[in-house]
């Protein structure tokens, strides 16, 4: 019984990855993001979007502490972000980097801004699907992967 269920999952997959390029329903990127008045911009009122200026826990994560050099934990997070799956680098400057993330199957896109505040050694961090009501948590998930990640490389 197993091994069937198994099976059908993956003719299914095999079945559905030659379509995985017709499907991006990415939407437009928010035309507030980046840096305003040192603080990323608030996330929507929806649960598809964490960060780290937040007052309210639903939308609440904490953001990444370092010890080090900025230029070395940016460089180091530069390295973690070339692997993570589906993900792009789409701005880069000295205190800011923003990425984009695209779901394998059905296209849907994130973004990602991590940002290093002058004379605070933390990494704040706001990550938001652009479309839908939900993200069944995957933009929080992947803030912790790559903080865990990023740790890991440091160490």
Do not use: W
Request: charged share 20%; proline share 6%.
């Amino acid at each position: 019984m197993i091994i069937s269920f198994i099976s059908f999952l993956s003719a299914l997959l095999l079945f559905f990855t030659p379509f995985a390029s017709i499907f991006h329903i990415e939407g437009q990127p928010p035309q507030n993001l980046g840096v305003q008045n040192q603080h990323l911009a608030p996330c929507p009122k929806t649960p598809n979007c964490v960060i780290t200026d937040s007052g309210d826990t639903e939308h609440y994560i904490e953001p990444i502490a370092y010890d080090g050099a900025m230029e070395e934990v940016r460089g180091a997070l530069l390295k973690v972000l070339t692997v993570v799956p589906n993900t792009e680098i789409v701005a880069e400057k000295d205190n800011y980097i923003r990425i984009k993330s695209t779901s394998k199957i059905m296209g849907f896109a994130d973004d990602t801004e991590f940002y290093f505040p002058e004379g605070q050694k933390i990494i704040k961090m706001r990550a938001s699907a652009r479309l839908g009501e939900s993200d069944l948590g995957v933009n929080r998930r992947r803030l912790e992967q790559i903080r865990l990640a990023l740790t890991d490389f440091l160490s």
